[in-house]
Every structure is written in structure tokens, then in C-alpha cells.
């Protein structure tokens, strides 16, 4: 498995329509989760960085899918948040879309990383965004986030529940995450090393 170095991480991109996309190569691992669930911030973490993804206490504020280069051939993808109520009923549809389009139609795609409160985990929103995951096939992986704000038996609880729930789901990981203090950083870069190595199978000769 190669190694990255995700402090060397740089903001690639920004993207409203699909034809802002960067050209589909090399290998991406993307976050998407509900509004304010610290998508952006667990991004932060794991670069090691204060500002990389604004992170915000508005919610709603990831707008566009934005592309952080790792390297030359890798990106991580923060996606804009979905479920957030106070936006019209069309602009949220409109994400919900752009969001579902990334998933099923992003050929480099080879991991995604599912942020969900700790203290709110498999809403129907999340579980509709896991079937999306599961139908493309890639490997999901969630951070239970926020976890500082559960006592460590707390948080301990709802992760063997959510893995009780996912048990029967191939390609799903799933741990304790805190942006905040810290927690879970390395086991989500090692994860995401592990993402980021996956190659397309070579080509069958025809
Ligand atoms: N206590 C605590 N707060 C956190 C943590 N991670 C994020 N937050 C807070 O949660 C709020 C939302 O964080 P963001 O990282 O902007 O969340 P997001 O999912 O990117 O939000 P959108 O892009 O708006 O969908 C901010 O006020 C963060 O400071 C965490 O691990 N612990
Ligand atoms: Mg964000």
C-alpha cells in the first residue's frame, strides 16, 4: 500500500456544473454527508491543516464539489453537504443530484468516506447515500464524527451498533472520528492510503 502525505495536500478546484470537473484520472476518494456533519473539517484533520476545506458554523456553506490534490494522480473531494432545510426545495434537489451524478458517474472514484454525527448516525438521507455507494460498488467507509461530544462509552455504544447495523454490507468500514481533539486522524489516513492505492484492473485483451 503507498503512503501519501496528506499535509502536502492543495486546493485543486471548485466546481458547480459537471463540466468543472477535473478530466476523470487517476484516483479519488471523496466525503459526503449531511450538511454540518464535519465533512470539511475532517478533511482539515487529516491534511493537517486550519483552512484547506472551509470548514463553517453555517450549514450549508460546501456549495460545489471541491478538489483537493494530494499528488499529480491523487484527489480527495469534499461534496457539497445533502439535507440541509433551509435552502429552496429545487437548489436542494439540484445538490442531491449533483451529488448522486458525482458517485455513479466518476470513473476515478474508488472510495468514499461517509461522515455522520456520532449522535445521529444512519439518517434516511445517509442511508439512501450508502445504497448509492453500494449499487457504484465502491468501498465506503464512515466516520462516526464529533465523537467528543459522547463520553468514550457513549461513543464506544454507537459504533457497535452502526457496525451491528452495516454487518451484512461487503466494502463498509466504519470508526470513531474527532476533528476537534484529534481522534481518529491516523486510522483515517491509513484507511484512505489504502483507498487511494486501489488500480483499475488491467484491461482484458480482447
Ligand atoms: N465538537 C466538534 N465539532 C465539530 C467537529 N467537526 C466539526 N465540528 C463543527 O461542526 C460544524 C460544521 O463543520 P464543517 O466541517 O463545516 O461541516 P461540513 O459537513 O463540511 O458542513 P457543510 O459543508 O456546510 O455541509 C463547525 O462548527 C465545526 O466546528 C468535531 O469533531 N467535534
Ligand atoms: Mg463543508
Request: with cysteine; hydrophobic share 40%.
Amino acid at each position: 500500500m503507498a503512503k501519501f502525505d496528506f499535509s502536502k495536500a492543495v486546493y485543486a478546484c471548485a466546481a458547480h456544473r459537471q463540466h468543472q470537473w477535473p478530466p476523470d484520472r487517476g484516483v479519488e476518494v471523496a466525503f459526503a454527508g449531511r450538511s454540518n456533519v464535519g465533512k470539511s473539517s475532517a478533511i482539515n484533520a487529516i491534511a493537517n491543516h486550519k483552512q484547506l476545506a472551509r470548514a463553517s458554523k453555517t450549514p450549508g456553506r460546501t456549495q460545489q464539489i471541491v478538489f483537493f490534490d494530494v499528488d499529480a494522480e491523487h484527489r480527495l473531494v469534499d461534496l457539497p453537504g445533502y439535507g440541509y432545510a433551509n435552502v429552496p426545495t429545487q437548489l436542494r434537489r439540484h445538490w442531491q443530484r449533483f451529488v448522486t451524478d458525482y458517485v455513479t458517474q466518476r470513473a476515478c472514484l474508488r472510495g468514499m468516506v461517509v461522515p455522520m454525527d456520532i449522535r445521529r448516525p444512519l439518517t434516511e438521507l445517509d442511508q439512501t447515500m450508502l445504497r448509492c455507494c453500494w449499487q457504484t460498488g465502491v468501498p465506503t467507509h464512515i466516520l462516526l464524527t464529533k465523537a467528543d461530544k459522547l463520553t468514550r462509552a457513549r461513543a464506544n455504544q454507537a459504533l457497535a451498533e452502526v457496525r451491528r447495523t452495516l454487518t451484512e454490507q461487503p466494502h463498509t468500514t466504519v470508526q470513531l472520528f474527532s476533528a476537534v481533539k484529534r481522534h481518529g486522524v491516523a486510522q483515517a489516513r491509513e484507511i484512505l492510503c489504502g483507498l487511494l492505492s486501489q488500480r483499475l484492473l488491467p484491461q482484458q485483451p480482447s
